[in-house]
């Protein structure tokens, strides 16, 4: 899944202030822009993790009130945005939070694969996979989830304060991990 | 030389051109680490499909909204990032394009098994990304719509075509005949054909002004009679066969595509371009597709990333080619122009396999 604006980042860049310094207490006004534009990639991003577009969409209102009242530049708020999705939706994993029970009634309904071409998993495979991500350390999880959801590794670093090169390390333990899980076909949770 | 490490081949899966050359090398020779690669593949392809999304392209975003403001007054969720999450400029990715060079049609690909299914247009200089190979990759233009009003007036339409024969028809250009295919190379090819692409640019000293402006930087003083100053640009059309393994990676390629010409109304075209190279902040892959431009079709639009490409020349008939090879030895090209005509030959093959492929074409 191409990510526009955040794929590719050899440019070197400039450091500015964090944006979450000086907390605001008015809501922004570019926020429905902001919360147009990129709704549904947060959403999306969320859902990889929880596998459920409930609670997805749960994390999103939550993120987006974080963004509000955050003074992040509009034009960064899409790798912002990812981000906090990301540690968001693990944290909701790692809970157990469960808010939208109606949605495990329901199924997780269809999902998209990434690559059309192959691989068939299982709904129970997706649902273990899920709940060994929540097992993860988090940094580990947070570096697998960025980068399935199209980031980069240079900005999966800089996202996570890791060294680049430490990335694919860090994403290839999650993947063996998971895998391990997955052969092992422990019941889910 | 020992073996990269676990973390480094995963790298390799995702950004090839992000791993240091001699790690690429020795990935490329080594069996096991070859296998270790095509492990570490398969995992993260069926990881991706493990973590697939739930279908999020009917969200209700009107009602989203709507909860959004209603829950805006309560106090400020938990939540804060990492430290770091937020430090750096997301913008900085900003989209300059990474257009490719005019008659961008040797395509080389990244690295055999190694970096298999992803190719790698060496004309992208911007920032290389693995892309598949895509028919509009035959014929571009260079985007210069910052600094003036950029015209397609002619577009390519590339297309994938049922054989030679009919390549040929469409573009009036005869696909290459490959006398002896090299080793490893089977099967029939898919042809690839693109029309003529013909592209007008106007220069604006306002919009130049501004880009620059956006650069922090000033425009150096416009030369009298260059704004307003239009350059025609003009390649095609172009021809290609593709050889592909079972497997989907491409390991050949032969093209042929009408070298790119450029002429002007107004100013001279030399001057303009030698004004908008002088500009600041100009992107540096830009620079080189202007460079690499000439009026004649004489020379060579191949702006070559030298940190990824080492290039030589050779004789092809009495043509003077240029060689070019990754510096990680894992694919390799051949071009040469000849009568206004570029052609092509590439792949995951060495330089001297393809030159005899060169050699041998009908």
């Known amino acids: ?189 | 030389m020992r073996h990269p490490s676990e973390g480094i081949l995963r790298r390799l899966v995702d950004e090839p051109a992000g791993v240091p050359d001699d790690d690429r090398a020795h990935v490329a020779s080594c069996p096991a680490c070859l296998r270790a690669l095509e492990v570490a593949r398969a995992d993260a392809q069926l990881v991706g499909s493990a973590l697939a999304a739930p279908m999020t392209d009917d969200l209700d975003s009107d009602a989203a909204w709507a909860r959004l403001t209603a829950t805006q007054a309560r106090p400020a969720p938990a939540f804060r990032p990492m430290p770091g999450a937020t430090r750096r400029r997301w913008t900085a990715a900003v989209r300059r394009p990474a257009v490719a060079a005019v008659g961008a049609v040797v395509v080389l690909t990244g690295a055999g098994v190694a970096a298999a299914n992803e190719w790698l247009p060496i004309f992208q200089t911007e920032q290389v990304q693995t892309v598949e190979v895509a028919s509009a990759d035959l014929v571009q233009v260079p985007d210069l719509s910052a600094y003036g009003d950029l015209q397609i007036t002619k577009a390519p339409e590339p297309e994938q075509v049922a054989d030679a024969a009919a390549a040929r028809e469409r573009t009036g250009l005869a696909v290459p005949e490959v006398a002896e295919l090299p080793e490893g190379v089977t099967g029939e090819p898919t042809y690839q054909a693109a029309g003529v692409v013909e592209a007008t640019f106007t220069f604006s000293a306002e919009k130049a002004a501004q880009a620059a402006a956006a650069e922090g930087e000033e425009l150096p003083p416009v030369p009298a009679g260059l704004d307003g100053s239009t350059l025609r640009i003009q390649a095609g059309p172009g021809v290609a066969a593709v050889w592909t393994q079972p497997t989907g990676v491409p390991t050949l390629v032969v093209a042929r595509v009408g070298a790119p010409t450029v002429d002007s109304s107004g100013a001279e075209f030399t001057d303009v371009r030698d004004y908008l190279l002088s500009l600041p902040g100009l992107p540096e892959g830009l620079a080189d597709q202007l460079e690499s431009l000439s009026e004649d079709r004489g020379t060579l639009p191949l702006p070559v990333p030298a940190e990824m490409v080492t290039s030589s020349t050779a004789d092809v008939d009495g043509a003077e080619a240029t060689v070019l090879t990754s510096r990680n030895g894992l694919f390799a090209g051949v071009v040469w122009v000849e009568d206004g005509v570029m052609t092509g030959v590439a792949g995951t093959l060495s330089a001297d396999e393809l030159l005899s492929v060169a050699r041998g074409l009908r």
């Open chain 1, 1 to 189: 899944m191409p990510f526009p604006g955040l794929r590719g980042a050899a440019r070197p860049r400039t450091e500015r202030g964090t944006g979450m310094s000086r907390a605001r207490v008015d809501v922004r006004t570019d926020l429905e822009q902001v919360f147009r534009s990129h709704y549904a990639r947060v959403v999306a991003v969320a859902a990889r993790v929880l596998g459920s577009r409930d609670q997805a969409e749960d994390v999103a209102q939550e993120v987006f009130l974080s963004f509000g009242r955050s003074s992040v530049p509009a034009d960064e708020a899409g790798g912002w945005l990812t981000v906090a999705a990301t540690h968001t939706a693990l944290n909701v994993l790692r809970s157990g939070r469960r808010r939208s029970t109606r949605e495990e009634i329901a199924g997780d309904g269809p999902t998209v694969a990434p690559d059309v071409a192959d691989l068939v998993v299982t709904r129970e495979e997706r649902s273990t996979v899920r709940a060994a991500l929540g097992r993860l350390p988090h940094k580990q999880a947070a570096a697998l989830v960025l980068r399935h959801s199209g980031l980069s590794y240079a900005e999966v670093a800089t996202a996570l304060d890791l060294s680049p090169s430490s990335v694919g390390t860090t994403v290839r333990r999650a993947e063996s991990h998971l895998l391990e899980e997955l052969n092992r076909h422990a019941s889910p949770e």
